[in-house]
């Protein structure tokens, strides 16, 4: 606990990076600056201003009558986030209205994007996923999104996670990826790629590593988006992807969630992944939720972000600005 608590003091205080590698034969510089819920990033190879508003872990556990028949696997976290306290403020506040606020804070800060990072939803609700729509319609917010490990999860349900998250990505959450491939996508705005990985089990498909390849390979400056965030040195190990110790053997999760373990440890093919994304020349940060902690870790002179739970209200308000 002492540990966690002294992450979250370095990421409430400005922090520096800077790192100087070859993109495409140029030399490519960033700068990250970063002050709790405020980012900047600088970097000398984008020419152009971009805005994102990053959230994750809202929790929603909205529902109606069309959720009767899995009341079974949804009665835990149906009831985990009913009241909450702001992130800033300390009030009362609760998920849908945490929800609101803050897309009508993105709106009125001018935000190009919202990123929704996972865990929006506590458990696959239609409910919930039209909650979401309406809220990002009305404030006529552009958004993308990939899934946490909960936004697709009905506890207790038989089926291997991968077969379930599967499912319901498809019969529940598709509305939400507005026909983007679930499994990994990505969207160039202002001139700045951003990639969305489903990390929600902690294991890497072959064609999301390939994925990541093809987009270091194209050189542009990217910043990528997933649930789960990386592995970094002293991090505990439900922390990150890439962790040496991952594995059923340290799994303390599964029976409350009523799920399957994990697997028996990373495969080289999750490592792959790993050093792909923190060695990756056109890398301007990594954006992750899970943890509902505000963090960050440098790893290879680059920044590894962890947002603050949204139930909560919690954001991260990123902006991305051409060096000077």
């Given amino acids: 606990m002492k540990q966690v608590v002294c992450i979250i003091m370095v990421a409430m205080c400005a922090l520096y990076s800077i790192s100087e590698v070859e993109a495409r034969g140029r030399r490519h510089e960033v700068t990250v600056v970063?002050?709790?819920e405020q980012v900047k990033i600088y970097s000398s190879a984008v020419e152009d201003t971009l805005r994102i508003f990053v959230i994750a872990d809202t929790h929603l556990w909205l529902s109606d009558e069309r959720e009767e028949p899995y009341r079974e696997y949804s009665q835990r976290m149906a009831a985990a986030y009913h009241h909450t306290s702001h992130f800033r403020s300390g009030a009362a506040t609760n998920p849908e209205q945490a929800f609101r606020q803050t897309v009508a804070l993105a709106k009125a800060r001018g935000a190009d994007v919202v990123a929704l990072v996972g865990d929006i939803l506590s458990y696959p609700s239609e409910r919930a996923v039209e909650f979401v729509q309406e809220v990002m319609q009305q404030a006529e917010m552009p958004y993308f999104y990939t899934c946490g490990n909960h936004d697709w999860h009905y506890e207790g349900m038989q089926g291997s996670s991968r077969d379930l998250r599967k499912r319901w990505r498809?019969?529940?959450?598709a509305p939400l990826f507005q026909g983007y491939n679930p499994d990994c996508y990505g969207v160039t705005v202002n001139g700045v790629r951003l990639l969305f990985v489903d990390s929600s089990?902690?294991?890497i498909e072959p064609q999301q590593l390939k994925f990541i390849k093809q987009e270091v390979r194209r050189g542009e400056p990217f910043i990528l988006f997933q649930h789960i965030p990386m592995y970094a040195p002293s991090r505990p190990v439900g922390y990150g992807i890439g962790h040496h110790d991952w594995g059923a053997k340290t799994?303390?999760?599964?029976?409350?969630?009523?799920?399957e373990r994990w697997a028996?440890?990373?495969?080289?093919?999750?490592y792959d992944y790993y050093d792909?994304?923190?060695k990756a020349p056109n890398l301007l940060a990594t954006f992750a939720g899970h943890v509902h902690t505000y963090g960050v870790d440098v790893i290879a002179g680059r920044s590894h972000f962890t947002v603050g739970a949204n139930f909560s209200a919690a954001y991260y308000d990123v902006m991305v600005l051409p060096m000077r």
């Avoid at 028996?264 to 999750?270: F, K, S």
């Fill in 34 to 36: 970063s002050n709790h």
């Fill in 170 to 173: 498809e019969e529940r959450l």
């Fill in 201 to 203: 089990n902690y294991l």
């Fill in 251 to 259: 799994d303390g999760g599964y029976e409350i969630e009523r799920r």
């Fill in 264 to 270: 028996e440890g990373h495969t080289p093919l999750d």
């Fill in 276 to 278: 792909a994304i923190v």
